[in-house]
């Protein structure tokens, strides 16, 4: 105790120190320089002023330090012009500057003799080289997401970069309106993500990757940071900023509307795929989105605003999505192709933002997104039942709130402080309507009265094919999600020419509390070949709650400039402090009335050092030399705690055969529906009280040690080329350890694997009797995870008005996971080829290559083009998760195989499906995508008019992205095919 109210007491004393500490912004945009006279000496003392219209005080000044040098900082995105003066000395005006979100722009200027009166004019391309920061930066301005074919969403405009992959396909939009697609880098899953406006953090205090569906129409900016080198973030994935637009002193704004119908869409199956058992492709009947946007002054130069809304509507039908009638013969229920499934979506935004100069040095800006969802038939696939199985995702409210404040105290010195809410408050999962039946008053009893319609209705699962029938809901349904997220931050700077410094302390605070009913039976029932099984059971009614108490992050930055060398050093010290809320739940057919009271789980504190080198290697700003190196944490939140409830339970999978187990002929043998004396009692005595995961007491947070190197050139005016490696390696990552088992407590049997009968698969079942459920998460001193990823890119402002983005990239990434109490989980766990070969050889993983590029030009007759193309290795597939906490691994094709019988009889336990297929023996076809977009300007009345015509997937490529895994007779069967070529029209009016 002694020893945490000492770390208590120095936290307290850091944040203090930071909070009096000078500071920079060197996240934010600023124009930076050295200022010498005509014979190369240094100019200390000159007037720096930059002045655009984004700016809402219309100019920022500053004065060059000892060495000549100056920096202007938080800039907002826009078009400057950059005025040095000093008496004695010709003014010096440089025009055109452009600047962009998250950058340092180099401009140095030469200062002649003679009267601040005369003014000498200098303009030329804007610097494309940060000689600053080793960050790999990239900005999407509104012009190119209004330009490219995108698919219109803050989190996904990247996908264009080189290194950024797709969480799933979107052609035209499509998947815009459903469960949102993200982009993830390095390796890093999207848990990883931070997602800010304004550089307010906007993630959701759940941590399980869940970003707000921001309004595209109030974008100026995305700026993208693939591997974030300072100290201001905790995590080491992808950091996206949308920068909002202001408003300004003029009245300005848009519309866009673009939409298609079914007609507008090819049909991209083949007979290669129906012959592997695809029927339907993934289509979209009808799709329209209507995003108006609109802003100027309420008071010019004191308070702008900013306003959208949008209406973005979509009617998808997944890929042999259907609904089931029964076989001829047999009486099972399967995907009827004539009966098509389509799921009705939307994702709905109102959204405003005010800027107020509040006094000469105070500015104000709140920023505010509403936005709701709805699906008809979420989650719905091929393997689905569309009339009984999808659930219906009600139409809630989240929205975001971030306020921001910032004092410019001098011409050096800057403090900041925000605060941002995200409220959350929505009933999701409502079954299918006819579905659900009411639970009987009690439980138990003979089996004749396990009869009713909530027993019998109990969800189905089937294999082979993966088929889910009656309304399969994984035992629990009407969820009801409570989720508030606070957030604060605040920080001061310090900023001279060739020295800044920032010091700072962010946080947030909240809970998720969860309400969940139990579904038919409480349980789903699962059959091979016809025959049932087992159970998955499902520890329903719960109400439980986990609390995010602290998340909090202290740091400092500094940045030396020294003649070519730019060095920045920090420091984060990261907090997390998270629990179990207080609640309690009625009893349920498999669980009894239970409480909790409130607890901690996490209590983590770690130093987290960065530290990164520029070089400008021949003075002229134009080739810079980069190297980073830094330690990240992983991100956490209310998610991950969700195991550590002891109300929360995880589903647990028991031996079910629909036979009594006692021998008793009784009329409920063989009549498909889980009665009581039918399922082998759980191996785990305290079931539904106890959590599926204890912390132990020495666990660590993980953590990785993340570097990058490489060089960026500037080839000519507007045109640079980046060549980068970057390097992960993942520590302390968590195991799960049932401590009460041990090798003597399986017995094993071999296997022939049934694709290649000459080779014999170890596996084991656990001895009868044998208690399981004391379960704690350590962390591991053998999993680890290496990555390593090489970049070649080249981005472009041409001078006759368009952009480029292009880029290979190639990586891989290995895996050791075998830190495990089930000895069933040793196979393929090493990726590196040393441990536990015995259980499955894994070779040598293979680099995956992926290509990018993106073109926008202006035309001939004012028309305007645009194009886009990506090149995807082939998927992997999803085979079951071992003990990482993050989940399955997506980077392999594999097969899994069920087992169903012992030597000794049927399983103690249900064994996990056994891997078939080694990491990298197998892979999916790669995912080639060639989207293209055609506008023709016209301008009547002052404002213009842009009808465009986009085509998506134009090579109507039919690449299969996911495929049946489980080994039998519908093992490839496409699950999800890339949706057919697709044409969109629309219209953009600006005014």
């Known amino acids: 105790m002694r020893a945490q109210r000492l770390r208590y007491v120095a936290l307290a004393g ?62 907002r995105p826009g078009v400057y012009s950059v005025t040095f003066s000093l008496q004695g ?137 693939t591997n974030p080198t300072t100290a201001e973030t905790a995590g080491g994935g992808i950091r996206i900023n949308m920068i909002p637009r ?58 702008w605003f900013y306003v959208s809304g949008r209406v973005n509507h979509a009617k998808l039908g997944p890929a042999g999505a259907s609904f089931f009638s029964p076989d001829p013969e047999t009486g099972q229920l399967l995907p009827d192709p004539s009966r098509p499934g389509f799921n009705n979506t939307a994702t709905d935004n109102i959204s405003f933002r005010l800027t107020w100069q509040a006094g000469q040095n105070h500015k104000i800006t709140s920023y505010r997104d509403q936005f709701w969802r709805y699906q008809s038939h979420f989650l719905g696939s091929a393997t689905t039942d569309w009339a009984t199985v999808p659930q219906e995702y009600s139409r809630g409210t989240q929205y975001v709130w971030p306020t921001k404040w910032t004092y410019t105290a001098t011409n050096r010195l800057l403090i900041e402080a925000g605060f941002q809410y995200w409220g959350y408050d929505n009933t999701l999962f409502h079954p299918q309507e006819g579905t659900l039946f009411d639970a009987p008053a009690s439980y138990g009893g003979p089996p004749e009265t396990q009869t009713g319609p909530w027993y019998a209705n109990a969800g189905q699962f089937h294999i082979p094919g993966n088929y889910m029938t009656k309304a399969f809901i994984l035992g629990s349904c009407c969820r009801r999600y ?30 998720e509390q969860i309400k969940r009913q139990p579904h038919n039976g409480s349980l789903t029932q699962w059959y091979i070949f016809g025959n049932p099984f087992r159970v998955r059971i499902s520890p329903d009614p719960s109400d439980i709650k986990m609390n995010v108490n602290r998340d909090v ?278 990726e590196t080829g040393e441990l536990y070969q015995d259980h499955g050889v894994v070779e040598p993983i293979a680099f995956r290559h992926e290509f990018k590029l993106a073109i926008t030009h202006d035309l001939p007759g004012g028309f305007e083009g645009a194009i886009s193309f990506i090149s995807y290795p082939g998927a992997g597939g999803s085979p079951p998760a071992r003990s990482a906490p993050d989940g399955a691994d997506t980077r392999w094709r594999d097969v899994g195989l069920v087992i169903g019988d012992t030597p000794w009889g049927r399983p103690t336990v249900p064994i996990r499906d056994v891997l078939l297929l080694a990491p990298g023996a197998e892979y999916l076809d790669r995912w080639n995508q060639l989207d293209i977009s055609i506008k023709r300007r016209f301008r009547a009345g002052g404002i213009d008019f842009l009808p465009s015509l986009d085509l998506y997937n134009v090579n109507n490529s039919s690449v299969v992205l996911g495929e049946t895994e489980t080994y039998g007779p519908s093992r490839g069967r496409p699950l999800t095919i890339l949706g057919g070529r697709l044409m969109r029209l629309g219209v953009l009016v600006r005014f």
């Open 482 to 511: 409570i989720q508030p997220s606070h957030v604060y931050a605040t920080s001061v700077s310090y900023v001279t020419g060739s020295h800044s410094f920032k010091a700072g302390l962010m946080g947030r605070w909240g809970h």
């Open 246 to 303: 202001d408003g300004g002193n003029d009245f300005s704004g848009d519309v866009h509307f673009s939409g298609m119908i079914s007609d507008w869409q090819a049909d991209n199956i083949t007979d290669d795929l129906r012959a592997i058992g695809a029927t339907t492709p993934t289509s979209t009947e009808n799709m329209f989105d209507f995003n108006p946007a609109f802003g100027g002054p309420l008071v010019r130069d004191r308070l």
């Open 14 to 75: 850091l944040a203090f120190v930071l909070l009096l500490a000078p500071a920079t912004v060197l996240a934010q945009s600023s124009i930076a320089g050295e200022v010498t006279d005509e014979t190369g000496g240094v100019l200390p003392g000159v007037s720096v002023e930059a002045a655009s219209p984004a700016l809402i005080e219309g100019s920022r000044t500053v004065f060059t330090d000892g060495q000549g040098r100056y920096s202007v900082v938080d800039l």
């Open 553 to 830: 992050g202290f740091y400092v930055q500094d940045q030396w400039t020294v003649d070519r060398l730019t060095i920045n050093a920090g420091v984060r010290v990261e907090h997390f402090n998270g629990g179990i809320g207080e609640s309690s739940s009625p009893a349920g057919r498999f669980v009894p009335a239970r409480s909790v009271q409130e607890f901690e789980v996490w209590n983590f504190t770690d130093v987290l050092p960065r530290f990164s080198v520029v070089y400008d290697l021949f003075g002229d700003a134009r080739t810079a030399l980069k190297f980073s190196a830094g330690r990240y944490v992983g991100t956490l939140g209310a998610v991950p705690l969700e195991e550590y409830n002891p109300l929360r339970t995880a589903n647990e999978d028991r031996s079910w055969f629909d036979r009594d187990l006692g021998g008793l002929d009784l009329p409920t043998n063989g009549d498909n529906i889980a009665q009581d004396n039918e399922i082998v009692p759980s191996a785990d005595p305290q079931f539904g009280i106890r959590a599926a995961r204890q912390a132990h007491e020495d666990i660590e947070r993980e953590a990785s040690w993340d570097f990058s190197a490489g060089v960026q050139q500037e080839l000519t005016a507007g045109v640079s080329v980046t060549a980068m490696w970057y390097h992960t390696r993942e520590g302390r990552l968590w195991a799960l350890r049932d401590v009460g088992l041990g090798p003597g407590d399986y017995r094993r049997f071999d296997i022939a694997n049934p694709m290649n009968p000459s080779e014999m698969i170890p596996v084991y079942d656990l001895i009868p009797g044998t208690e399981i459920g004391n379960v704690f998460a350590v962390s591991s001193d053998i999993n680890q995870r290496t990555y390593n990823g090489f970049e070649l890119s080249t981005q472009a402002r041409l001078n006759t008005g368009g952009t480029i983005l292009a880029g290979w990239y190639f990586d891989r990434q290995i895996e050791v996971d075998c830190d495990t109490h089930d000895p069933n989980n040793f196979r393929f766990c090493d």
């Open 89 to 225: 000395f010709s003014t010096v005006r440089r025009e055109g500057v452009e600047v962009v979100a998250g950058v340092s722009v180099p401009i140095n200027a030469q200062m002649a003799v003679g009267s601040l009166q005369e003014t000498v004019t200098v303009s030329g391309a804007t610097p494309v080289v940060d000689i600053q920061q080793a960050t790999q930066r990239s900005v999407i301005n509104r012009e190119t997401i209004q330009a490219l074919p995108t698919n219109r969403t803050t989190h996904t405009v990247g996908m264009i970069l080189p290194g950024m992959k797709m969480t799933g396909s979107m052609v035209g939009g499509a998947g815009s309106t459903i469960v949102q697609q993200y982009i993830t880098a390095r390796g890093k899953t999207q848990i990883q993500n931070t997602s800010q406006v304004d550089g307010m953090d906007t993630r959701m205090i759940r941590g399980g990757g869940n970003l707000p569906y921001d309004n595209i129409g109030m974008a100026q900016e995305v700026s993208i940071e």
